[in-house]
């Protein structure tokens, strides 16, 4: 997946489930990082919040703000944690891009 550098970027989990039922979760708190390929924390990508989408069958959104340090060529590891269910979601990786066109 991509990431366009000096941009705003959606990043969106699709269809969560309950694990003990597969029923769809609507009322998650989602929240997540961005790190480096060192590990490191990416500057202005350190408390990414996620919203349920509307009518949606347990997606979420949360948004990278165009200010997040994000360079052109670098590889970044999203961990999103869904802490009312104890979920996790790690090593969702994504390659930073130039936007064109």
Do not use: H, W
């Not at 969560?16 to 009322?27: A, H, K, L, N, W």
């Not at 949360?62 to 869904?82: D, I, K, N, W």
């Amino acid at each position: 997946m991509n990431l366009f550098a000096g941009n705003d970027n959606d990043i969106v989990i699709r269809r969560i489930q309950r694990p003990s039922t597969g029923v769809y979760i609507e009322d998650a708190v989602i929240t997540g990082k961005l790190y480096d390929i060192n590990g490191d924390v990416i500057d202005g990508a350190d408390a990414i919040e996620f919203a349920f989408v509307t009518d949606s069958l347990g997606d979420y959104r949360g948004l990278v703000p165009a200010t997040a340090a994000l360079t052109v060529g670098q590889q970044a590891r999203g961990v999103f944690v869904c802490s009312n269910y104890g979920l996790r979601f790690d090593s969702v990786m994504f390659d930073v891009v130039e936007r064109t066109g």
